[in-house]
């Protein structure tokens, strides 16, 4: 079965830190997400910053676990890579990359997925989630900026 590769891009007026810091932080997502959860799987009372091989779970506006993921790649306000390792698409590996946009400043952010198995009734419905997503993480930072205008 052939793979299928999703890119999705978009860009927001906000810097590239303030875009990675909204990548890694569990609260934010809610407001500018489809999820209700997000929730970084440490062990109880350690206050850290996440890292390579930290999880994290994901859960939906039901209350049920949408997936388990784990970071594969952190590059400070440039690239953030998470593999999926629980849910529906076990065979999910994604990239958001940050790139200072080359006229008036901001991000360009470009979110990619790479799934080992394609399944064509679902492939449009993952391309246009995926656009959706990097379409409202950039909103979300351009929100941010507003407010702080």
Same mark, same amino acid.
Do not use: K
């Given at each position: 079965?052939?793979?299928?590769?999703?890119?999705?891009?978009?860009?927001?007026?906000?810097?590239?830190?303030?875009?990675?810091? !909204?990548?890694?932080? !569990?609260?934010?997502? $809610? $407001?500018?997400?489809?999820?209700?959860?997000?929730?970084?799987?440490?062990?109880?009372?350690?206050?850290?910053?996440?890292?390579?091989?930290?999880?994290?779970?994901?859960?939906?506006?039901?209350?049920?676990?949408?997936?388990?993921?784990?970071?594969?790649?952190?590059?400070?306000?440039?690239?953030?890579?998470?593999?999926?390792?629980?849910?529906?698409?076990?065979?999910?590996?994604?990239?958001?990359?940050?790139?200072?946009? $080359?006229?008036?400043?901001?991000?360009?952010?470009?979110?990619?997925?790479?799934?080992?198995?394609?399944? $064509?009734?679902?492939?449009?419905?993952?391309?246009?989630?995926?656009?959706?997503?990097?379409?409202?993480? !950039?909103?979300?930072?351009?929100?941010?900026?507003?407010?702080?205008?």
């Amino acid at each position: 079965m052939p793979s299928l590769t999703v890119t999705a891009s978009s860009y927001s007026s906000a810097s590239a830190a303030l875009v990675y810091a !909204a990548l890694l932080d !569990a609260e934010s997502w $809610p $407001p500018w997400s489809a999820y209700a959860d997000v929730e970084w799987d440490v062990p109880a009372g350690i206050d850290r910053p996440a890292r390579v091989d930290d999880s994290r779970t994901i859960r939906s506006r039901t209350g049920g676990v949408c997936c388990r993921e784990r970071v594969v790649e952190m590059v400070p306000d440039q690239r953030f890579s998470y593999e999926q390792t629980a849910g529906l698409f076990t065979s999910h590996r994604g990239y958001v990359d940050l790139v200072r946009a $080359p006229y008036g400043g901001g991000t360009d952010i470009t979110w990619s997925a790479t799934y080992r198995h394609t399944l $064509p009734l679902l492939d449009t419905l993952r391309r246009r989630r995926l656009q959706v997503w990097v379409h409202d993480l !950039a909103s979300y930072g351009n929100s941010i900026v507003s407010r702080n205008s």
